[in-house]
């Protein structure tokens, strides 16, 4: 069983960055695989970012490569999303999941935890 709290969100401008965390509990957090995802109103929820559970290898949407990071401490058992020139467009609720079955997803349906969310704003 794993529990995942987002942090981080807020209000931006354009062009700003913002630094999203995700605290998970539980010893084997270094055996998940961790997604970032975003839902807009009156959107599906999207992939934006993974990272594998070995190797730390990542992977991005197209449009969010070159603007958007995502990391991993295993030793505080968390994983990180920094944003970077923010677009009003990135607007959503930011929510973190693990996975254990794969080393990386970007089909949400594969994720077996997940966060509440975080509300990121960019304002024009």
């Known amino acids: 069983q794993v529990q995942l709290v987002e942090s981080g969100g807020g209000l931006v401008q354009a062009g700003g960055s913002l630094r999203l965390f995700c605290a998970a509990s539980?010893?084997?957090?270094?055996?998940?695989?961790m997604g970032w995802f975003r839902q807009a109103p009156g959107k599906e929820r999207e992939f934006v970012a993974s990272?594998?559970?070995?190797?730390?290898?990542?992977y991005y949407a197209d449009s969010m490569k070159g603007r958007f990071t995502i990391s991993r401490d295993n030793a505080k058992n968390t994983v990180y999303l920094q944003m970077n020139n923010l677009k009003p467009e990135d607007t959503a609720v930011y929510y973190c999941?693990?996975?254990?079955?794969?080393?990386?997803?970007?089909?949400?349906?594969?994720?077996?935890?997940w966060g509440q969310g975080t509300q990121v704003t960019v304002s024009s």
């Open positions: 999941a693990a996975v254990r079955r794969v080393i990386w997803s970007s089909r949400s349906d594969e994720y077996d935890y």
């Open positions: 990272i594998s559970w070995i190797a730390g290898h990542t």
């Open positions: 539980g010893r084997t957090f270094s055996a998940y695989a």
